[in-house]
């Protein structure tokens, strides 16, 4: 399975923008893109996700390379309930592929926001 | 909103007991996934459904088992709990398989 990289943790001020990165130089053609978040104590939530094209969303924005072996999660400006863990995870949707419909989540950015 | 509906946030079962998670979606999503999540270790996929009465295991089904007979509900069985199954579990559901996940709020199991 592809898998992704990204920084243990990051830090923010509220009201400013966050780019949380996001390798997958493994990346095949059929793996979308996905970002979720998990606050304490709750279960993942879902922020966007993409393919090839860079998507925006009432929560966030989503900016992947041309080449697609990393991507970008845009937070336009930050709040203190954005404090989350956040997940980039690949998706492979190919029927019939080894990791059908898998979403195998790693550890995550860490992020703090300050007031 | 979808929601995805876990029956306890809180369990306490003693080794070697049976034990059973639920789990109710009520979007009329066709795949329906269980998770547990431990410190370190992130998020493991036990098992998942995209149809009723099919499953599929995932990376950690050892001492699993599950089971779909209709479209909203989704069960985890401990067969036999042990310990080392002491874990925050999760489930979730989507509607098509490229769409995002809509998880559970999670049952927090401890095995004593």
């Known amino acids: 399975d592809a898998k992704t990289t990204q920084p243990n943790s990051m830090e923010s001020n509220e009201e400013e923008p966050v780019h949380l990165p996001c390798n997958h130089s493994?990346?095949?053609?059929?793996?979308?893109i996905h970002w979720y978040r998990q606050l304490p104590s709750q279960g993942p939530e879902y922020v966007i996700h993409g393919l090839t094209s860079n998507v925006n969303n009432r929560m966030a924005s989503l900016a992947i390379a041309e080449d697609r072996k990393s991507s970008t999660l845009i937070l336009h400006r930050a709040t203190l309930r954005d404090a989350a863990v956040y997940y980039c995870i690949l998706r492979d949707v190919r029927t019939g592929g080894t990791s059908y419909g898998k979403l195998t989540f790693g550890q995550g950015t860490i992020l703090t926001v300050h007031p | 909103d979808v929601k995805v509906t876990q029956s306890s946030r809180y369990l306490v079962k003693r080794t070697g007991e049976k034990v059973f998670l639920e789990c109710v979606q009520d979007?009329?999503?066709?795949?329906m996934f269980w998770y547990r999540q431990d410190p370190g270790l992130g998020l493991r996929l036990i098992y998942f459904?995209?149809?009723?009465?099919?499953?599929e295991k995932g990376d950690i089904p050892e001492g699993y088992s599950v089971s779909r007979e209709k479209k909203e509900r989704f069960s985890l069985i401990l067969e036999s709990a042990s310990t080392n199954q002491t874990s925050m579990y999760l489930c979730a559901s989507s509607l098509f398989l490229a769409d995002g996940y809509t998880f559970g709020s999670g049952t927090r199991l401890t095995v004593v």
């Open positions: 979007m009329d999503h066709e795949n």
């Open positions: 459904s995209y149809d009723v009465k099919m499953k």
């Open positions: 493994t990346i095949s053609g059929t793996d979308y």
